[in-house]
Each structure stands twice: as structure tokens, then as C-alpha cells.
């Protein structure tokens, strides 16, 4: 069955990550993500349980089809996912083994 609403869940890899010290929220990043057949942009708080220099390589769920988003000047085009953790702050979501980049999830 086809998504009505369009929206996908996608395996991707983050490419590069950056600090987004623009950004309001604290604790902000960038990051460039390659989808397999796209290369998209995400902003996503992950500097609570994660650290710029080692989610590079990581592979990610994104949700696609959003929308564009402007935070600061800097364009995000798809929802990064993350958990809570124990003290509610975003931890990514990450597939246990090696997936293909563009993977859908069922």
C-alpha cells in the first residue's frame, strides 16, 4: 500500500556533519546525508548524546517529502529521526546492522 501522504522513511548516510552554532536551539547540527539517489540536508539536535566527529559514515533514518525548512539560512530538507533519551534529549536512530543507503522502511 502506497503512503498517502506521500512521506517515505529512508536509510541514509551522514556525509558530513557540522556544528550549527546559528541555530536557537542548543546543541544544534548540520549535517549532509546521501540517500542513495539524493543528497539532502538536515538540521538535528544531536549534540546531547552525539558527537560531530563521529556520526560521519552513521546511517540514518530520514523522513522524506516534509518540506523544506529554513533554520537559520541553512536549508533543511528532511527530518533526521531520533529517540528520547533517558534524560529526553534526541538520540538517532540507526539501523543495528549494515543497510544499502535508500533503503525504505516496510
Not at 87 to 94: C, E, S, Y
Amino acid at each position: 500500500m502506497e503512503n498517502p501522504l506521500g512521506n517515505e522513511i529512508i536509510v541514509g548516510e551522514i556525509l558530513r556533519a557540522e556544528e550549527f552554532e546559528e541555530a536557537r536551539k542548543p546543541k544544534m547540527s548540520k549535517l549532509w546525508i546521501d540517500l542513495g539517489e539524493d543528497k539532502v540536508q538536515s538540521a538535528a539536535q544531536l549534540g546531547y548524546n552525539h558527537s560531530i566527529n563521529d556520526v560521519e559514515g552513521l546511517k540514518v533514518l530520514c523522513v522524506t517529502d516534509l518540506g523544506e525548512v529554513k533554520i537559520a539560512g541553512f536549508r533543511s530538507e528532511v527530518l533526521t529521526l531520533g529517540v528520547p533519551s533517558e534524560d529526553g534529549n534526541p538520540v538517532l536512530v540507526t539501523p543495528e546492522i549494515d543497510v544499502a543507503k535508500g533503503g525504505k522502511l516496510y
